[in-house]
């Protein structure tokens, strides 16, 4: 039943993402007078369509996206749309209004997932606090043994004529491996004040218990009101998006310039789907905070100037205003088709690599 849930769920997530993503293109399409002949969620071959008006909307078999198919977008060789109906075509349409139909699906999977994160953020979000505050203390560890107690407030540590100010966990952690086996002057507040205790950070020490015995935390939950949220919500997604840029490019170079596997680096979409299943068990804001990074995953990787994606298709428009002339459509058509069958069997490798991790319990 576990399963069940877990599929549903995640194929609704990935549902929503797809069409929302869709709607960008079809929206802005719409707006400039482009007849839109089909919105298709999932890739061909079909399994159903239902046309209304001019478009068909279409349930197709893989279920690895989705499309909008404009009229004039992939001509045959030597096709050109009849007179009555080349005002509407998607070629033909200035450069700018192809720029933003293009772009459309991507900046609205961003819009998703500021939307997103503006709520995580109108409900609550853990931000840093500039304080270690001790948790729990293990009973009999160093800490105990020193003094140390729950609700304290760790400031500073001394040790060899050191004075070492204590503001994060990375902080306390760098600094007690240091001194592992020695004696430290740990700082804390404590109900307001000042005051100190001395321990010995053990070299040896029971699994989750660390050096000290200590259990910490250094961050607070921070509500912001409706107004901020937005203003938050933007810069965060705009951060993630740099993140997110970063472990992409970081990957593609570890795989093209240094030629090393990325298998443990990159997730199709049976682990997505696995990741999915584990997240959502931890609530509703968890599941949405994922959702809204897989959100931007989809935008950024639709953008990469790659063929049959997105950004491939901005390429080519890009080309034709440096150059002042089209792209020969049916070099255009045949780069798309192989970028897409690229694509598949990427997903297709990706997914079988998935498999086996999942098989050997990595």
Do not use: C
């Amino acid at each position: 039943m576990e399963t069940v849930v877990t599929v549903l769920v995640f194929f609704g997530m990935l549902s929503i993402l797809v069409i929302i993503h869709e709607l960008g293109h079809f929206l802005t399409a719409k707006k400039f007078g482009i007849k839109v002949e089909e919105f298709g969620f999932g890739l061909p071959p079909r399994i159903f369509g239902i046309k209304k008006g001019e478009t068909i909307y279409s349930l197709n078999w893989l279920p690895i996206g989705g499309f909008v198919k404009l009229y004039g977008e992939d001509l045959e060789p030597g096709q050109k749309a009849p007179n009555s109906m080349i005002n509407r075509a998607f070629y033909s349409r200035p450069i700018w209004q192809r720029v933003i139909v293009l772009v459309a699906g991507v900046f609205m999977n961003f819009v998703l997932s500021v939307a997103i994160v503006t709520y995580l953020f109108t409900q609550g979000v853990m931000v840093p606090s500039g304080q270690v505050k001790i948790e729990h203390v293990v009973s009999g560890s160093p800490a105990e043994k020193g003094g140390l107690k729950e609700g304290d407030i760790i400031t500073d540590i001394k040790a060899e004529n050191k004075d070492i100010s204590i503001t994060k966990s990375e902080d306390l952690g760098a600094t007690v491996k240091k001194y592992l086996g020695k004696e430290i002057t740990v700082g804390v507040l404590r109900d307001g004040e000042k005051t100190s205790v001395l321990l010995v950070p053990r070299k040896d020490y029971p699994p989750g218990e660390g050096p000290m015995g200590v259990a910490i935390g250094d961050h607070v939950k921070k509500v912001y009101s409706i107004t901020q949220a937005p203003i938050e919500g933007t810069k965060e997604s705009v951060n993630r998006t740099v993140e997110i840029v970063k472990g992409i490019s970081t990957t593609l170079a570890k795989f093209f310039i240094q030629r090393k596997p990325v298998g443990d680096d990159v997730a199709g979409p049976l682990k997505i789907g696995q990741m999915t299943g584990e997240i959502r068990k931890l609530g509703l804001l968890p599941f949405l905070d994922f959702m809204g990074l897989i959100s931007l995953n989809l935008a950024i990787i639709n953008i990469l100037p790659f063929p049959a994606l997105d950004g491939g298709r901005l390429l080519f428009v890009i080309l034709e205003a440096l150059f002042g002339r089209k792209v020969k459509p049916a070099f255009e058509r045949y780069a798309h088709l192989a970028g897409m069958a690229v694509l598949l069997t990427l997903i297709f490798l990706i997914s079988i690599n998935d498999i086996i991790k999942l098989v050997i319990g990595k």
